[in-house]
C-alpha cells in the first residue's frame, strides 16, 4: 500500500553493527505494529506503538514512533544472525480499522 | 500467550479441486480473525475480516464465492478455496484479535498452497 513505506528495502549489515528500518505513514497513525518474518513463515509480534513520542524496546531492539504520528523507527543494536528477516510495519490508519502494511525491509546479517 | 496455529502447513492439489485452511487460536478466544495472501517477496493482502458467529467481511477484489471463510467458534476459522485454479497458489496467513478491546494481531505459521 502506498500509505505506508518502509525504508530501506533491503539492508546488509555485519554482524555487531547498529541499524535502522523507517515507516512512513501518509496519514497520522492511530496505532503502528512492528513484526517480523521469516522466509515462508508467520509474523512475530514485536511490540506496539500507539502515543506520539512512544518508544519501546525489547532486548535490542527499539521502536519509536514521532511525536506527529506519521512516523516510526526500529532500532536494532548491535545486531546479531538471529535478527535476520523481513520486517514489516503495520499501521492503523483509524481506530478498529484493517491494518495496512508496509512492503517489508528485508535485513541480512553477515557474520 | 497469544498462540494461533494454522493447518495445514502446505498443501498441493490438483486444478479444480477445493482446499480447507484451518486457522485456531490456541490460548485465547478470538472473535476477530482476519485471512491474508502474501505472494512472493510481497507484503500482506488482507482478503478478509471474519467474525465469530457472522458472515466475513470481504475486501474489495476477493471473490466470496472462491474463498469461503467460516468463523465457527471463538477458536477456529476455516478458509476454503473451492476450485481451486494455478494462479491461486500463494502463501495464506490467519491471524486473530484477543478481543474488541485490542487491536494487535497475532498471526498464524502460514500456509503454503500449489495448485497444479
Known amino acids: 500500500s502506498q500509505e505506508l513505506e518502509q525504508s530501506p528495502q533491503s539492508l546488509i549489515v555485519q554482524e555487531g553493527k547498529n541499524l535502522t528500518i523507517n515507516c512512513t505513514s501518509s496519514k497520522t497513525l492511530y496505532g503502528l505494529y512492528w513484526y517480523k518474518q521469516k522466509y515462508g513463515e508467520g509474523l512475530i509480534f514485536l511490540m506496539m506503538l500507539q502515543k506520539g513520542g512512544e518508544e519501546k524496546s525489547h532486548e535490542k531492539i527499539t521502536a519509536k514512533l514521532d511525536e506527529k504520528k506519521q512516523q516510526s523507527s526500529l532500532h536494532i543494536t548491535a545486531s546479531q544472525p538471529s535478527h535476520a528477516g523481513i520486517y514489516l510495519c503495520g499501521a492503523l490508519l483509524r481506530r478498529a480499522q484493517k491494518l495496512v502494511f508496509g512492503q517489508g525491509t528485508r535485513l541480512t546479517i553477515n557474520p | ?116
Open chain 2, 1 to 116: 500467550g497469544a498462540v494461533v496455529s494454522q493447518h495445514p502447513s502446505w498443501v498441493i492439489c490438483k486444478s479444480g479441486t477445493s482446499v480447507k485452511i484451518e486457522c485456531r487460536s490456541l490460548d485465547f478466544q478470538a472473535t476477530t480473525m482476519f485471512w491474508y495472501r502474501q505472494f512472493p517477496k510481497q507484503s500482506l493482502m488482507l482478503m478478509a475480516t471474519s467474525n465469530e458467529g457472522s458472515k466475513a467481511t470481504y475486501e474489495q477484489g476477493v471473490e466470496k464465492d472462491k474463498f469461503l471463510i467460516n468463523h465457527a467458534s471463538l477458536t477456529l476459522s476455516t478458509l476454503t478455496v473451492t476450485s481451486a485454479h494455478p494462479e491461486d497458489s500463494s502463501f495464506y496467513i490467519c491471524s486473530a484479535k484477543r478481543g474488541p478491546s485490542t487491536d494487535t494481531q497475532y498471526f498464524g505459521p502460514g500456509t503454503r498452497l500449489t495448485v497444479l
